[in-house]
């Protein structure tokens, strides 16, 4: 007989513990009645005078704060941190959630009667014909595992109880007008994912993938002209564009009620229950971008990590998302093709010597996704393979932004400043006359062709010595002045002597705490910016002052700063990001091979800085110059050569310029 659980709690796919939904609606109504009976109970009565083991209390969890029924495992003793005493704690398993928690007798209550009445609800579990392919599981699968737990509401299947164990599988149903991964159990998830074993000899799980897929487009015939946007650009030889009619915007239209309808479905909660077990290449889903909206996309990779890479297909820009992020995308949503046409420049070629398109030209084709509407021409229809090897349309089009008297070709702009090279007379003139309007008028400038492409900056700075201490991304630079030092081994010996909080309660009024930091070995200073629960137990998200990184710690390892002297010392790092850079593509974030490529090259060493500006959110907008020596021959010393980082990471195509910065 199938039913609707929960998972409340794991350990492990062989150690987890189950809710049925209908027993969690019965134990809800009984919850609030003892929650407001332990806390309107006066101070001293309710207390427990002699723990006994087996016994039932009414507990207050120290991750959570809240009153939950438990049940008394054993007793244990632990040294205390602030006297040599030991201190008597109690093992106590939640008998409606399944988890464990050590805490004093000062937090159990007696437990009324009328609330013994309905048993614990969590039922101790097992995946059914199921092991680790090795000795044991994996810190990655019992993860997956844990992924999959978190989903919501599963259909469960009991296939047989042993020693108060429930050996089950639990998945839910085929939807008929989603698309489909193939998988319908968290069981066979699993094993297809190698993370386990079917034990008793079945052969491993055969996914079908669903091959639903987005309309097809009809072929845009040659010489023929539309308006359209750019959406995304990476190259000339790469563009993504809105096409449309000036006389028909139906597709428009259609293309809008779809979104409309698109947030609907996947903000409301039936898309709980559209995640993917599992995904592979060339499945089409529902995915969310930075602006918090769901969108059609296609996955064109997958990573062991439960990374995949999805482009969107009615834009054409890529994202990297967990595979938890995406949802089944609905039938309904398929019917209109995808609104990315794939298109390159006609007539033309890379102008340097490697026939690679530089940085310019790259960007000059990136700018065009802020212009809302251009003329576009289709002078030729070829193929390519794209990233799921399938043969796709590309079109080879002229491009024309409209001015009161000339349409600029931006075609002929590149082969105008020297950045491609012409193949035929369409990209040979940058301004086309309109005959209508010329009126022998004066050529205007063509695109852009008023920006300064001077690389110096004329002022200067005042120039300090830093140091990099930690790249969150390149927006997120944290430099540490070797003028300035805080006393960390001063410091760490003063908080070593200090004792850790005793309950989360007490952070609550801590802007500044002191974490241990088990790389270095010292405890560092940091500022406290939220407090969560994760697999029942608290942990403190806390940013270093000194390092500028954040992390992730256990809140009851923290230990609160009263040291006035400590507290008003400013932090050693500040927050930073390069002048006169931005990141390539239309997603506006840092690629991390932009992030990664700088944090090894340059964290860890020393560099001039320029302080230019202070941003709105508290960052500083810098220079950062390397010092190089060069060599100018046996006869002449070696001299100092500054160079621009900015610079370094547009000259290696990691970094698009996006105004005129400094160099030397």
Not at 234 to 243: F, V
Not at 492 to 520: C, G, H, N, R, T
Not at 621 to 637: A, H, I, K, Q, T
Request: glycine share 4%; net charge negative.
């Amino acid at each position: 007989m199938s039913r609707k659980i929960i998972i409340c709690h794991v350990n492990s796919p062989l150690d987890f513990y189950i809710q049925k939904v209908v027993e969690r609606e019965e134990y809800r109504k009984i919850e609030d009645k003892f929650i407001s009976y332990a806390e309107q109970l006066p101070p001293d009565q309710g207390l427990v005078d002699t723990v006994q083991t087996g016994q039932r209390y009414l507990v207050r969890s120290v991750q959570y704060e809240s009153w939950y029924r438990g049940e008394i495992l054993d007793e244990i003793e632990s040294s205390s941190t602030i006297s040599e005493e030991n201190i008597t704690k109690h093992r106590v398993f939640y008998i409606d959630f399944g988890n464990i928690e050590e805490l004093t007798k000062d937090r159990l209550r007696v437990l009324p009667e009328e609330f013994t009445q309905l048993r614990g609800i969590a039922i101790h579990s097992a995946l059914e014909d199921f092991a680790p392919r090795s000795s044991g599981f994996s810190s990655e699968a019992i993860e997956t595992f844990r992924e999959y737990s978190d989903i919501g509401v599963y259909t469960m299947q009991v296939f047989r109880v042993k020693d108060d164990i429930h050996y089950i599988d639990f998945g839910r149903p085929s939807l008929t007008d989603f698309v489909d991964d193939g998988i319908l159990s968290v069981r066979d998830a699993m094993v297809w994912l190698k993370h386990g074993m079917f034990m008793y000899g079945k052969p491993d799980t055969t996914v079908n993938f669903s091959n639903m897929k987005y309309q097809t487009r009809e072929e845009f015939p040659v010489d023929t002209k539309y308006l359209c946007r750019v959406t995304y650009a990476e190259s000339p030889d790469e563009l993504y564009l809105h096409l449309w009619n000036a006389d028909d915007k139906s597709n428009i239209i259609d293309f809008e009620e779809m979104n409309q309808q698109m947030q609907l479905l996947y903000n409301s909660d039936t898309a709980k229950d559209l995640n993917f077990f599992t995904i592979e290449k060339g499945i089409i889903c529902a995915a969310p971008y930075l602006d918090k909206q769901w969108y059609r996309a296609i996955v064109l990779e997958t990573y062991p990590d439960r990374k995949i890479l999805i482009r969107y297909v009615d834009y054409g820009n890529k994202l990297v998302l967990r595979l938890s992020q995406v949802r089944k995308m609905a039938r309904k949503f398929t019917a209109l093709p995808a609104q990315a046409v794939r298109c390159k420049l006609f007539e033309i070629t890379p102008s340097n010597p490697s026939r690679k398109w530089t940085n310019e030209a790259k960007k000059l084709v990136v700018d065009l996704e802020d212009k809302p509407q251009l003329l576009c021409e289709i002078r030729k229809v070829g193929s390519i393979r794209n990233e799921l090897y399938e043969t796709t349309f590309i079109y080879h089009i002229t491009l024309l932004e409209e001015s009161s008297d000339y349409d600029i070709s931006v075609t002929g702009h590149l082969v105008e400043e020297g950045l491609a090279t012409s193949t035929g007379p369409s990209s040979r003139i940058a301004n086309h006359k309109r005959p209508d309007k010329a009126n022998g008028k004066p050529l205007p400038k063509s695109l852009k062709l008023q920006e300064d492409r001077d690389p110096t900056l004329i002022k200067h700075y005042d120039r300090t010595k830093v140091r990099i201490a930690h790249v969150e991304d390149l927006d997120h630079i944290f430099l540490k002045s070797l003028s300035h030092d805080f006393p960390h081994k001063k410091f760490s010996a003063y908080m070593a002597d200090l004792p850790k909080i005793k309950d989360v309660k007490s952070l609550e009024k801590v802007d500044k705490v002191a974490y241990y930091d088990k790389v270095s070995e010292v405890w560092r200073r940091a500022s406290l910016k939220t407090i969560y629960c994760k697999r029942g137990l608290a942990y403190a998200e806390v940013h270093d002052l000194d390092i500028g990184s954040t992390s992730d710690v256990p809140a009851l390892e923290l230990k609160p700063i009263l040291d006035k002297t400590y507290l008003k010392q400013r932090p050693d790092v500040s927050c930073a990001k390069l002048a006169g850079i931005k990141p390539p593509g239309i997603t506006g974030k840092w690629p991390e091979t932009s992030n990664l490529f700088f944090s090894s090259e340059f964290c860890g060493k020393d560099f001039l800085c320029e302080k230019i500006e202070k941003s709105l959110e508290s960052t500083w907008v810098v220079n950062l110059f390397r010092e190089d020596l060069e060599d100018d021959g046996p006869l002449s010393p070696p001299k100092v050569v500054l160079r621009n980082l900015a610079r370094l990471l547009v000259e290696e195509g990691l970094a698009l310029p996006k105004e005129r910065y400094n160099d030397i």
